[in-house]
């Protein structure tokens, strides 16, 4: 038996594991910039054997690995420092004045004035808590997904007709084809063989009803006439088995939408049925000023209330699926904040748990490409080009989206001509050039499975953004989701992501994005940019927030781009470098 208490050592291993799980971690190159980090660490403690230093998670990585040889660990330790050095991991308080804290500054300032560079590196310092988030259950997940089958129409029959008059029943899919026309002196049809009255395919996907339309044959007068319209989709939805039966009774409508009295009964068979895309179309919130809330501080790596504002815009967002549009699959919460350098997308499900997270994440998070052997194979981030990240995490890190705007070219004002004045000849007139808008670009890293980079497809003039898990029309809303994808929340996270990254990496934004007052408590705080714009330089930035042209983009009929926080205030800034935050080294 032994007094370490193993229960709460594995709980803080958990949260140092989360530190350094992502992919640039096992990179030869970095770990050898963190072998040499480790080395200057080692020195630094021994030129300061009182101090309480605190390492960065690159060399902290390092340091565990030295110990996992515990005999040669000891040794090393005490040629070095003349006694073991011990790794004290429970220390990982990060409130403002707790231990952490403070030696995270003085190991900051030490650094710096013995090997005259900077102690935080970019891709090593504290990213937030682990995720945790609810998982849907997979049946409930399904019922938001399209269905295909085959559908076999097996009778129909009409009661309390008016007349004795011979009718026609017209069966069609409703926006799509003709399946059946009915007639004859009879009042109910049934089919005879196995393809039934009628057999044909169906997809949720492009229709979800049937319509009947009923009309007895006369010469010279008008009779009867009837309409339905059914609803099957729900009823593929809930067909649990191959050859499963479902009927319906409804009543027909006059041609002047009363009811008429008349009641038609069919009955379908479902069979080859299979499930298809997840499509969801969302309602917009609207944004107001608001706390950030709780839950975000933790899982992001947030200044406190106590050290900056906690003011932040605030959204929700409601995702139904397509299949049933009036029952609810998500809610989305979309939160910009300039004080806190955040902009966050949460996910919950419609019990209220939180499903699916999504943040802003930058250099310390992610490193160069300059501080890895193959940019193309790990995840990094040049800010200065422009570069932004989102992080999307459901149970597990799930994806890294990124996102640049490339191709935006300004406009060059022309000069007009001067007409021949007193025999002098006329000057000639430059004409101007057109702005030219460019594009968002986005990749996403996929951080599950086989970790690489995907590269967004731009379709639909480039208004919808396509990858293999997911795809998002930023102008009406519509999320595509392939039936293969799990991480449905995760996805629908991701697609808020890309419209964020829009949003944020979009030049007209950065140029109208009110600027904010930033406290002075972060020796190398993200800084917020200090744009000016020539053009605009007259116009107050009310007005340029009404304007919602640009090029030939039309913004207001942009449903994503206005659920994203377009024409709000949002975290517009450059990195000067990692570390942005005292406490954020290794704990």
């Known amino acids: ?33 963190a072998k040499e980090r480790y080395k200057k660490y080692l020195f630094l403690k021994q030129c300061n054997p009182k101090l309480f230093l605190v390492p960065c998670y690159d060399f902290d990585l390092i340091w565990h690995a030295h110990q996992n040889y515990p005999a040669i660990y000891k040794s090393d330790t005490d040629n070095i420092l003349g006694k073991m050095l011990n790794h004290d991991d429970s ?51 399904n019922t938001y997904a399209t269905r295909q089958c085959t559908i076999v129409l097996q009778e129909v029959s009409i009661l309390n007709l008016p007349s004795d008059d011979n009718f026609t029943v017209k069966v069609d899919i409703a926006g799509g084809p003709r399946i059946c026309k ?34 007895a044959k006369k ?8 309409a339905a319209a059914v609803l099957i989709a729900n009823d593929l939805v809930n067909a649990a088995e191959e050859g499963h039966h479902v009927s319906h009774s409804v009543e027909l409508m006059n041609e002047d939408g009363n009811p ?12 080859s049925l299979r499930k298809g895309h997840y499509i969801f179309n969302i309602r917009t919130g609207q944004y107001e000023s608001s706390n950030v809330p709780d839950i975000l501080h933790g899982h992001i790596p947030l200044a406190r209330p106590t050290e900056v504002s906690n003011k932040c815009e605030t959204a929700i967002h409601k995702v139904y699926p397509r299949i049933s549009e009036q029952r ?12 806190l350098m955040m902009s966050a997308i949460q ?12 943040h802003l994440i930058g250099p310390d998070t992610l490193p160069t490409r300059h501080q890895v052997t193959d940019e193309g194979a790990y995840c990094t981030l040049d800010h200065s080009s422009g570069e932004r990240a989102i992080l999307i995490k459901g149970k597990t890190d799930w994806g890294i ?3 640049k705007w490339e191709g935006f070219r300004p406009g060059v004002p022309g000069t007009p001509g001067i007409p021949s004045i007193d025999g002098r000849p006329p000057v000639k007139g430059v004409k101007g050039i057109p702005m030219t808008p460019g594009h968002l670009k986005v990749g996403f890293y996929n951080l599950q499975g086989k970790k690489g980079w995907l590269l967004a497809m731009r379709r639909d003039k480039g208004m919808t953004f396509q990858l293999d898990c997911m795809s998002v029309n930023i102008t009406n809303g519509r999320i595509i989701i392939p039936a293969h994808v799990e991480q449905v929340p995760e996805a629908i996270a991701l697609a808020f992501a890309i419209s964020v990254l829009w949003v944020l990496c979009n030049p007209k934004s950065i140029r109208q994005t009110p600027q904010v007052q930033h406290h002075h408590h972060f020796s190398n705080q993200w800084q917020p940019i200090k744009v000016h714009s020539q053009s605009n330089s007259h116009r107050s930035a009310d007005q340029d927030q009404r304007s919602t042209k640009w090029g030939n983009m039309e913004f207001e009929t942009m449903l994503m781009i206005l659920a994203a926080g377009y024409g709000r205030p949002i975290p517009i800034y450059h990195y000067p470098g990692a570390g942005a935050q005292c406490g954020s080294c290794g704990g």
């Open 260 to 271: 008429s009295g008349v009641t038609l009964n069919f009955t379908i068979k479902v069979t």
């Open 1 to 33: 038996q032994i007094s370490y208490n193993l229960q709460l050592a594995v709980a803080r291993q958990r949260v140092f594991f989360y530190q350094v799980s992502l992919p640039h971690y096992a990179d030869n190159k970095f770990l050898e910039t």
């Open 182 to 215: 009915l007639g004859g002196s009879g009042k109910s049809w049934k089919g005879r063989s196995s393809d039934g009255l009628a057999k044909f395919r169906f997809d949720t996907a492009a229709h979800a009803t049937l319509k009947f339309d009923v009309a």
């Open 91 to 141: 220390v990982n308080d990060r409130s403002p004045g707790s231990k952490l804290l403070l030696s995270d500054r003085q190991t900051r300032q030490l650094w710096k004035k013995t090997f005259n560079e900077d102690f935080a590196l970019n891709g090593a310092m504290f990213r937030g808590e682990p995720p945790s988030a609810f998982i849907v259950p997979d049946k409930t997940m």
């Open 328 to 339: 609810l699959a998500f809610t989305v919460r979309v939160i910009h904040s300039q004080e």
């Open 401 to 403: 989206c990124m996102g």
């Open 347 to 358: 996910v919950y499900a419609p019990e209220g748990e939180m499903a699916a997270t999504a």
């Open 219 to 226: 010469m010279f007068v008008k009779g009867f006439q009837g």
